[in-house]
């Protein structure tokens, strides 16, 4: 970085009073209890200086957080975690219930259907998160706080008392999100080569003074954000894991199930894969379950360590394979890769889709990027007509919504289903006018109760929610929903005509009798069924890409099962190993945790 003199030096504790007009309020109040206390002369420290005042305060700080002696010095450094973690670690006692729902969320859309979470499985969950986040947060006070370490007492402050508010990290943004007590992730990884850098930069523009000569870095730096600056750092200074991507030469490492957790973790520490098993107690919690995979690229060294893609198997099966583009997304350049490694575990041919369609995303960015126009089958398959485009992350591929926001969105759909422009919707207000041939983006009507003179897009490209409806008296539906479709309130299913396509689940769940029920052939996703209590008269999808939930059905001989389901499968009584069984492939955090 380019540096030129303009600015005359300060010192550490200047530089922290200055910018943490803050803590002026609690020194002033402290140092005042040993102001008539001995400051050693040789540190020419003057009691009435701002500066002054705070390097008097780190030094007994330092001085009390000391000791020759190795085990009273943790013990000191534990007095002072016990004093600073419960302010920032998650509130065990007030634990946000919508850390729940996601989890709910998450099992609905992997087809694990409402999946019951009981006050049991809720305070492990609660003790799981809460020891990964001090765990997490104990990396940098252990780090910084050693007798050994070499930062600055001010420096040490900086650092410490900024991460402690720092959330997630935005791969996309680039930025940290703000840390509160709801807070559920784990603190930033130690990024020891980031941190050295951010030092780096702070003393040499907020000490000495020196000038920055790059507009953009300098407005970063001036800021004196440590979020802000670590972000950049984490960006240009690791380049092995973020710009040099077009590493691709490494190996496998399988950690097997029931070995030692903490070289998995510590081995994912410092990468900013994103993923929870970076936390120990998670790592522990998933080597239980099943063996690890992670695919380990060289960096800039020659060593493979850079972790770039990881399979988790659960039961002998493959739960996850994640990568670490935004949301856990596989690098299209590991694809191959990845694809070679899962093919070859049981149960990961179920990832084919979503190797063909992040293959196929990858061609129209291409595509793009050469001002190549895109074809009606482009545009059928990046507005998921005909079927949900799936990635390998927890979220959809960030790429298709960047894609889409940069073009025609009705332009492009009325080319698809040629029709006219105002036949294509994109709020609430323009799909309830009438006459419309699709409509891009969810629709939620959970307040209606009545159907009566609701005119509904012929097609919804996401979610239909009518769970406040409890008759089908004047219900016409679409002919596709890509997304779910909920109608909760239903308890017979006479006169429902269901479209022909729904691209994620169908939640029929008050359904008591499956008389007059005409199912889709396919179900993208979960299917739930659990007030039928007689299969008499039922004829399930061909397929189902989730979790199909019978659990009041008991089963007979005539009862025929779909050719294929992606999730799990619950029926009623199913007590012998005979015929059907019970399939449950799915459990526990995901990296996203």
């Given at each position: 970085?380019?540096?030129?003199?303009?600015?005359?030096?300060?010192?550490?504790?200047?530089?922290?009073a200055?910018?943490?007009?803050?803590?002026?309020?609690?020194?002033?109040?402290?140092?005042k209890?040993?102001?008539?206390?001995?400051?050693?002369?040789?540190?020419?420290?003057?009691?009435?200086?701002a500066?002054?005042?705070?390097?008097?305060h780190?030094?007994?700080?330092?001085e009390?957080?000391?000791?020759?002696?190795?085990?009273r010095?943790?013990?000191?450094?534990?007095?002072?975690?016990?004093m600073?973690?419960?302010?920032?670690?998650?509130?065990?006692?007030?634990?946000?219930?919508?850390?729940?729902k996601?989890?709910?969320?998450?099992?609905?859309?992997?087809?694990?259907?409402?999946?019951?979470?009981?006050a049991?499985?809720?305070?492990?969950?609660?003790?799981?998160v809460?020891?990964?986040?001090?765990?997490?947060l104990?990396?940098?006070?252990?780090?910084?706080?050693?007798?050994?370490?070499?930062?600055?007492a001010w420096?040490?402050?900086?650092?410490?008392?900024?991460?402690?508010q720092?959330?997630?990290?935005?791969?996309?943004?680039?930025?940290?999100?703000?840390?509160?007590?709801?807070?559920t992730?784990?603190?930033?990884?130690?990024?020891?080569?980031?941190?050295?850098?951010v030092?780096?930069?702070?003393?040499k523009?907020?000490?000495?003074?020196?000038?920055?000569?790059?507009?953009?870095?300098?407005?970063i730096?001036d800021?004196?954000?440590f979020g802000?600056?670590?972000?950049?750092?984490?960006e240009?200074?690791?380049?092995?894991?973020?710009?040099d991507?077009?590493?691709?030469?490494?190996?496998?490492?399988?950690?097997?199930?029931?070995s030692?957790?903490?070289?998995l973790c510590q081995?994912?520490q410092?990468?900013?894969?994103?993923?929870?098993?970076?936390?120990?107690e998670?790592?522990?919690?998933?080597?239980?379950?099943?063996?690890?995979?992670?695919?380990?690229?060289?960096?800039?060294?020659?060593?493979?360590?850079?972790?770039?893609?990881?399979?988790?198997?659960?039961?002998?099966?493959?739960?996850?394979?994640?990568?670490?583009?935004p949301d856990?997304n596989?690098?299209?350049?590991?694809?191959d890769?990845?694809?070679?490694?899962y093919?070859?575990?049981?149960?990961?041919?179920?990832?084919?889709?979503?190797?063909?369609?992040?293959?196929y995303?990858?061609?129209?960015?291409?595509?793009?990027?050469d001002?190549?126009?895109?074809?009606?089958?482009?545009l059928?398959?990046?507005?998921?007509?005909?079927s949900?485009?799936?990635?390998?992350g927890?979220?959809?591929d960030?790429r298709?919504?960047?894609?889409?926001?940069?073009?025609?969105?009705k332009?492009?759909?009325s080319?698809?289903?040629?029709?006219?422009?105002?036949?294509i919707?994109?709020?609430?207000?323009e799909?309830?006018?009438?006459n419309i041939k699709?409509?891009y983006?969810?629709?939620?009507?959970?307040?209606?109760?009545?159907?009566e003179?609701?005119?509904l897009?012929?097609n919804?490209?996401?979610?239909?929610?009518?769970?406040?409806?409890?008759s089908t008296?004047?219900?016409?539906?679409?002919?596709?929903v890509?997304g779910?479709?909920?109608?909760?309130?239903?308890?017979?299913?006479?006169?429902?005509?269901l479209?022909?396509?729904?691209?994620?689940?169908?939640?029929?769940?008050?359904?008591?009798?499956?008389?007059?029920?005409?199912?889709?052939?396919?179900?993208?996703?979960?299917?739930y069924?659990?007030?039928l209590?007689?299969?008499e008269?039922?004829?399930?999808?061909?397929?189902?890409g989730g979790?199909?939930?019978?659990?009041?059905?008991?089963?007979?001989?005539?009862?025929?099962?779909?050719?294929?389901?992606?999730?799990?499968l619950?029926?009623?009584s199913?007590?012998?190993?005979?015929?059907?069984?019970?399939i449950?492939?799915?459990?526990?955090?995901?990296?996203?945790?």
């Amino acid at each position: 970085m380019d540096y030129t003199v303009s600015m005359s030096e300060i010192s550490g504790a200047e530089f922290i009073a200055k910018t943490n007009p803050e803590i002026q309020k609690y020194i002033d109040n402290s140092v005042k209890q040993y102001h008539h206390q001995p400051i050693d002369p040789e540190l020419n420290l003057k009691p009435d200086k701002a500066g002054d005042r705070v390097e008097a305060h780190f030094l007994r700080l330092e001085e009390a957080l000391s000791d020759p002696n190795p085990k009273r010095a943790e013990r000191k450094l534990n007095i002072f975690k016990a004093m600073v973690y419960p302010q920032v670690l998650v509130d065990k006692d007030n634990f946000p219930e919508s850390y729940f729902k996601l989890q709910q969320r998450i099992a609905k859309e992997r087809g694990q259907g409402d999946k019951e979470i009981t006050a049991d499985k809720k305070r492990k969950e609660i003790e799981t998160v809460y020891t990964d986040q001090k765990k997490s947060l104990d990396i940098w006070f252990d780090y910084m706080l050693d007798a050994n370490a070499t930062y600055p007492a001010w420096f040490k402050y900086y650092t410490l008392k900024n991460v402690v508010q720092l959330g997630s990290y935005d791969k996309k943004k680039k930025q940290f999100s703000k840390r509160t007590q709801n807070t559920t992730n784990i603190f930033p990884d130690l990024n020891r080569e980031a941190l050295a850098f951010v030092y780096d930069v702070v003393v040499k523009r907020h000490l000495k003074g020196l000038q920055i000569n790059d507009p953009d870095f300098k407005r970063i730096v001036d800021s004196a954000n440590f979020g802000r600056i670590y972000a950049y750092a984490i960006e240009k200074v690791t380049p092995a894991s973020k710009e040099d991507k077009q590493i691709t030469e490494g190996r496998w490492v399988k950690y097997d199930q029931g070995s030692d957790h903490m070289l998995l973790c510590q081995s994912l520490q410092g990468h900013g894969t994103g993923w929870c098993t970076a936390g120990e107690e998670t790592a522990r919690i998933q080597l239980e379950t099943g063996d690890f995979y992670v695919y380990y690229t060289k960096d800039q060294q020659g060593k493979s360590i850079v972790p770039r893609v990881a399979i988790r198997m659960e039961n002998g099966q493959v739960a996850e394979v994640r990568g670490i583009n935004p949301d856990q997304n596989l690098e299209p350049e590991l694809a191959d890769i990845a694809k070679e490694k899962y093919s070859q575990l049981p149960g990961g041919n179920k990832y084919d889709k979503k190797d063909q369609d992040m293959r196929y995303l990858t061609l129209i960015e291409h595509k793009l990027a050469d001002n190549q126009d895109l074809s009606l089958e482009d545009l059928r398959f990046l507005y998921e007509i005909d079927s949900p485009i799936e990635g390998f992350g927890y979220q959809k591929d960030p790429r298709i919504k960047s894609i889409i926001e940069k073009r025609n969105i009705k332009q492009d759909l009325s080319l698809v289903f040629d029709c006219r422009l105002d036949q294509i919707s994109t709020t609430e207000q323009e799909a309830l006018k009438g006459n419309i041939k699709f409509h891009y983006g969810d629709l939620n009507l959970k307040n209606l109760t009545s159907a009566e003179g609701l005119v509904l897009p012929e097609n919804i490209s996401g979610d239909l929610d009518l769970s406040g409806l409890t008759s089908t008296k004047g219900l016409v539906l679409p002919k596709s929903v890509g997304g779910y479709l909920d109608l909760p309130g239903l308890t017979s299913a006479k006169g429902l005509v269901l479209p022909k396509r729904i691209g994620a689940g169908l939640d029929l769940k008050n359904l008591t009798s499956a008389e007059g029920l005409v199912l889709p052939e396919n179900i993208g996703g979960t299917l739930y069924l659990p007030g039928l209590t007689s299969a008499e008269g039922l004829v399930l999808p061909e397929n189902i890409g989730g979790y199909l939930d019978l659990s009041g059905v008991t089963p007979d001989e005539g009862f025929v099962l779909p050719d294929t389901i992606r999730g799990s499968l619950y029926v009623h009584s199913l007590n012998s190993a005979d015929g059907l069984y019970f399939i449950d492939i799915v459990r526990g955090c995901t990296f996203s945790t």
